[in-house]
């Protein structure tokens, strides 16, 4: 089953609106989330590191007062989109790293991804 | 600049065939990669991980390898099935001060034709 959940799957809005999307870490503990938009035929570029306590690490060219992370606890991270535009319209994809076991590295956990249409 | 490559872009085979998809990378100092398969409209689930010291690693009827000298790995799918259709992306963790940031390759889509 999934480790990581992610919510909407599917969002339509106006333009001018904000969008909430929201991503779990199910029976593990995350300090560290991650952030990806994918455009069509295009690879998933991270937007931005959330860190539980702290602020958000963006990358370059990504608009932090656009796009608003909230890491409020360690099993939750919440990406804001304000005030979308349709060139914001995108697949939008979070991950969050588990130990795969003991004496084991880290391994990534996608979401399911959510689907952002700005009409 | 760190960046991953992946070739070819699109691929159509008949079920029943073995085929390779390749994944190249800039800077060999790589911590681990990662194979991704994505299903249209989906999220990613991760098919194999090879860690830096590793060689290649297997799950079924996939098999992928590294060599870090080339900057390359490949995924290797064994007799392929209608259900293997799907985009195959591949992930590398450079993870130089402990980040965990993956850059992506823009990924393979593979067709197997019934």
């Known amino acids: 089953g999934a480790v990581v959940s992610q919510h909407p799957s599917r969002v339509i809005c106006k333009s001018g609106t904000s969008v909430k999307i929201e991503c779990r870490s199910l029976d593990f503990q995350a300090t560290t989330m991650f952030w990806y938009r994918q455009f069509p035929k295009k690879s998933l570029m991270l937007m931005a590191t959330s860190n539980e306590g702290s602020k958000a690490t963006y990358e370059q060219g990504v608009e932090k007062d656009k796009f608003l992370i909230n890491h409020a606890s360690l099993t939750l991270s919440t990406l804001t989109v304000t005030s979308a535009h349709p060139e914001d319209s995108s697949f939008y994809i979070c991950?969050?790293?588990?130990?795969?076991?003991?004496?084991?590295?880290?391994?990534?956990?996608f979401g399911a991804g959510t689907r952002l249409s700005v009409l | 600049k760190q960046e991953v490559t992946q070739i070819p872009a699109a691929l159509s085979v008949p079920e029943g065939e073995n085929l390779v998809l390749n994944c190249s990378f800039t800077?060999?100092?790589?911590?681990?990669l990662q194979w991704f398969r994505q299903d249209p409209g989906k999220g990613l689930t991760s098919l194999l991980l090879?860690?830096?010291s590793q060689r290649e690693q297997t799950s079924g009827r996939l098999n992928a390898s590294l060599d870090k000298s080339s900057g390359r790995s490949t995924l290797y799918i064994a007799a392929s099935q209608p259900g293997d259709s799907a985009t195959y992306l591949c992930a590398v963790r450079w993870g130089r001060g402990g980040s965990e940031k993956l850059v992506f390759g823009k990924g393979t889509k593979l067709t197997v034709n019934p």
């Open positions: 800077d060999s100092a790589i911590y681990n």
């Open positions: 991950s969050a790293p588990r130990l795969a076991g003991v004496g084991s590295k880290n391994i990534q956990y």
């Open positions: 090879i860690q830096s």
